[in-house]
């Protein structure tokens, strides 16, 4: 019986010590695990400051940081065709504090062969808004609308200019409004610049003709009049811009917008997603920050889950590898 008693002892011991040993492990563990994020969030923003990227992720992440512990900051990183930044996130440390608020322009870089990499090499968080793009130029110039422009070009061949980051969604505006209104490539200069803003100081100082527009970079210009809008490529004309008319209404068929998103290193911990995805989706259903993107930026909160932004990113690319053979681009 001594036996029996002693062997249960030691068992009792035994299982103790391993239950013991299994939850100083366990809580180990979930120590070493710090909840995510750890530090400030670090949005890069592949442009220069002022342009309409850069205006609604700051716009955004300064309302999506109430919902996390720590702050959201952002970091412009112009340069390359807008590749610079994104390149940038490519290859950071996927832990969820370095991300990007990017565009279209992931995808028409690659197709234009100036990247080597797509949508696919990160981890898409979410689409938050759309904007609606538009032709413009400066207040003085002879052009007063969008359906002019071809016969301008017609009668100024090779000497008119038209401004656009290498590879990006106005490289694309324009590669699609001169097809569809049936201007040769031959005929325009396209001129590069890091981003929007560049552009609006260059058609500020006259040194070209016409840029792609969009309310949240030439808002302020347009009420001041030193810019003026010449045609919006949409469905239906801007409630800040109702004197302006569609391109459907100038017979020009093309609607353009511009589709800003977040994603992370390939790589970044599903729960770091889930909660940066979280975060923004609270940021785009406040009532007071829709409004502002609405009606003072020209743009349309569409925010889209990420499950659910992966499908829409490939439809975009297909859509995209279409529109890329009419300028030329081999991918």
């Given amino acids: 019986m001594k036996r029996i008693n002693n062997t249960f002892v030691k068992l009792a011991v035994t299982v103790g010590m391993t239950g013991i040993a299994s939850a100083l492990a366990l809580t180990t563990n979930v120590q070493a695990a710090e909840p995510f994020p750890e530090r400030e969030i670090r949005v890069i923003i592949p442009y220069s400051p002022g342009g309409a990227t850069d205006v609604i992720f700051r716009l955004a992440g300064q309302e999506a940081e109430k919902q996390l512990s720590e702050s959201i900051l952002p970091v412009n990183m112009a340069g390359a065709g807008a590749t610079l930044g994104s390149r940038h996130v490519k290859d950071a ?17 690659y197709l234009s062969g100036a990247v080597d990499y797509s949508y696919d090499a990160f981890e898409p968080i979410a689409l938050l808004t759309q904007t609606i793009n538009m032709a413009g130029t400066y207040s003085e110039h002879p052009v007063s609308s969008a359906d002019e422009i071809a016969q301008y070009v017609a009668d100024n061949a090779g000497e008119v200019t038209f401004s656009m980051t290498p590879s990006s969604t106005d490289h694309f505006f324009w590669a699609q409004f001169f097809n569809t209104v049936g201007i040769s490539m031959e005929d325009v200069r396209l001129v590069g610049y890091p981003g929007t803003s560049d552009q609006v100081e260059a058609l500020l100082a006259k040194e070209i003709d016409f840029a792609m527009l969009d309310m949240p970079t030439a808002a302020s210009f347009f009420e001041s009049g030193n810019l003026k809008p010449l045609g919006v490529a949409h469905h239906e004309r801007l409630n800040n811009l109702p004197d302006t008319p569609t391109f459907g209404e100038l017979e020009i068929d093309m609607v353009h917008y511009t589709n800003r998103g ?28 829709q409004l502002r993107i609405e009606s003072e930026l020209g743009s349309l909160v569409n925010f889209i889950p990420r499950v659910d932004y992966i499908d829409y990113l490939n439809q975009s690319q297909e859509d995209l590898s279409a529109a890329a053979e009419t300028i030329g681009f081999n991918k």
């Fill in 262 to 289: 977040l994603f992370a290193p390939k790589g970044t911990p599903e729960e770091a997603l889930a909660i940066l995805e979280s975060a923004f989706e609270s940021a785009m259903a406040n009532e007071e920050l």
């Fill in 93 to 109: 440390n996927p832990d969820g504090h370095t991300i990007l608020g990017s565009h279209d322009t992931i995808a028409t870089s």
